[in-house]
C-alpha cells in the first residue's frame, strides 16, 4: 500500500496513473495532459529527453552507484568540475546529497559547525523568512515557516534558536542589531518563496542582507532548490547577490532522478580544512555523488547553456504577463509572475476546489494548494501549449 504525501488517505482522489511521459505532456490511459507543475519544478527540459535518457543508459551499462566512501568516479568529478566553472564567485566546494531537503540540513550544519571550528560556540541562531519552505525534515521545518507544518511543530515544542523575519529590511536591520554575535546564518529562498505561496520579493533585500552579513560576519545561505536553473529569469539569484553556501536541487538533474548540491565557498571550506580530524564535516548520506544522478545533471547543465534557456524563459515570462494581463475576479487576491513562475492568490482556498479536474478535463495537470493556483512549466513549452496552460487558469475565474 502506498502512503501518499501530503495526502489525507482516507478522503484522497485517486491519483492519475501515469502510463508513459514525452516532452511536456504526461499521458493517462486516455488522456494526454500538460504537465504545468514540471514534475514538482524539476522536469526543465521536458520528460523523456534524448540526450539525458542516453547518459543515465550508458551510466548504467558501467555503474549505477558506488559510495564516496573511500571511492570516487569520473561522473561525480566532471559534475563538481562542471560546477565549479558554470557556479559563480568561489562556490566551488561540492558536497552531494540525495534530496533538497538534505543538501539544506547540510548547509544549516556547515554553517554551524564553521563557527565552532572557529571557536565562536555563541553563534547558534539562525535567521530566516517568514514563510519559507526548505524542506520536510525537522530541522528544515524549524527554519521553515510553512503554514501547512505549523501543527507538527507545534507538538514539537518550540523552534530552538530560529528567528523569521518578514522580507522587509527595515526588519532584516534590527535583527542583525538584536542579534549580531549570536547568528551564524541567514537562509532564504532568494527572490522567489515557492512553497510558501510563490511570494515574490526585491533583489534589494538581498543585497542589503549580503551587506549586513558581512557587517557582521554571518554567513548568507541561498536555499536555490526551486529557484536555481533559471526559474526566477537568472540562471542563479547568486548571479546576482552572492551567498557563502548554496543549495541546489529539484532541477538540478533535469528532473531525472533525486539528487541535490551544497556549494561552499572558499571561506567556508577553509574553515573546515586542517590537521585536526575534528573539524571535518561529518555528514555523507550513501546515495550521494550518485553516478547516474551525476552523468544526467552534467548532460542537463549542457543542455540549459547550449539551449539558451535564459531567452526562452525571458519568452515564458512574456507570454505570460500578456495572458494574465487584467485577469480580475473578487476572489483573487493578487497575481504574481517572474521569470518561469505564476501563481494567482486567492482569499478563499475553498473556491479552488475542483480546479484540479477542470484543468484536467482541459487537457493540463495541475496542483493547486492552499490559496495559490500556480504554473511553473518546463522550459520547453511552446507557446501554444504555454498559452493553454494560462487559459485554463483565466477560464476558472470566468
Ligand atoms: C523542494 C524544496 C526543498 C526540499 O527538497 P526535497 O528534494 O523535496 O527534499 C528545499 N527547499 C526548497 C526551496 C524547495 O523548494
Redo the contacts with the bound molecule.
Sequence with gaps: MIWYPYQQMKTMRTPYNIIDANGVYLYTENDKLIDSVSS??SVIHGYKHPVLTEAIKNQADQFSHVMLGGLTHEPVRKLAEKLEEWLPGDLDYCFFSD??????EVALKMALQYYVNRGERKRTKVLSLTHA?????FK?MEVGDDEDYHFILEAYGEKKDVIHIPTQTDALEEAFVRFHEELNCLIV?PLL???GGMRMYDVSFLQRARALCDEYGVLLVF?????GFGRTGNRFVADLVLPDIL?L??ALTGGYI?H?VTVANHKVYEGFYGDDSEKALMHGPTFMGNALACSVALKSIELFEEGDYLSRIRRIEEITRREMAGLAHEQIQEVRILGGCVCVEVKDPDFLQGYQQFACRRGVFSRPFLRYLYAMVPYVITEEELVQVLGVMREWFA
Design positions: 514538482w519544478w534530496s533538497g531537503s538534505v543538501a539544506v519552505y526548505h524542506g520536510d525534515t528544515t529562498e518563496q515557492g512553497a536555499d536555490e532548490v526551486a529557484t543549495v536541487g529539484k533525486g541535490a
